[in-house]
């Protein structure tokens, strides 16, 4: 775990909402000249803080598509079973985020695919069709009330 001052976590927020917003605007906001904001950004990089810049994209300009979460309990709980879940869960495009969960279910999956008919294409001939995939619940979602990508720092 990596200590962070209030300038690191107030940088880190600014760039969670804009990572696109300059290193002279940072400035600015902060009240630094751009070296040290430069050189902390380098840091957070190097130490992992930053894993990638990546585009969000707005699902509703683009495609029509629908959001499933997956409830998921494997038939055994012994750490090669969860191993092997967890890695072909990673080559599934439609998994946009998996969580390993304590309690009834075993994974949480947020699935996205164009429709109905697709979905049941991917639980029937690829989520349940991998190993010790014991029972698989779906839940549907009718409307994205908030999403985001911005971390609380505390």
Do not use: W
Request: charged share 30%; glycine share 4%; proline share 3%.
């Amino acid at each position: 775990m990596v200590k962070l001052d209030a300038t690191d976590k107030r940088l880190l927020e600014l760039l969670q909402k804009d990572s696109d917003i300059n290193i002279k605007e940072l400035g600015t906001r902060l009240n630094l000249t751009k070296t040290p904001i430069y050189e902390r950004i380098k840091r957070y990089v190097r130490e992992g803080i930053i894993k990638k810049y990546v585009a969000i994209l707005d699902s509703s300009k683009i495609e029509k598509s629908m959001v499933v979460f997956c409830s998921v309990s494997l038939e055994s709980q012994k750490l090669e079973g969860i191993e092997t879940f967890k890695k072909a869960i990673g080559d599934i495009p439609e998994v946009i985020e998996c969580y390993l969960m304590g309690g009834a279910n075993d994974f949480l999956l947020k699935v996205i695919v164009k429709d109905l008919q697709a979905y049941h294409q991917f639980s029937s001939g690829k989520l349940a069709a991998l190993p010790n995939v014991s029972q698989i619940r779906s839940t549907f979602v009718l409307e994205e009330v908030k999403r985001s990508t911005v971390i609380p720092l505390f």
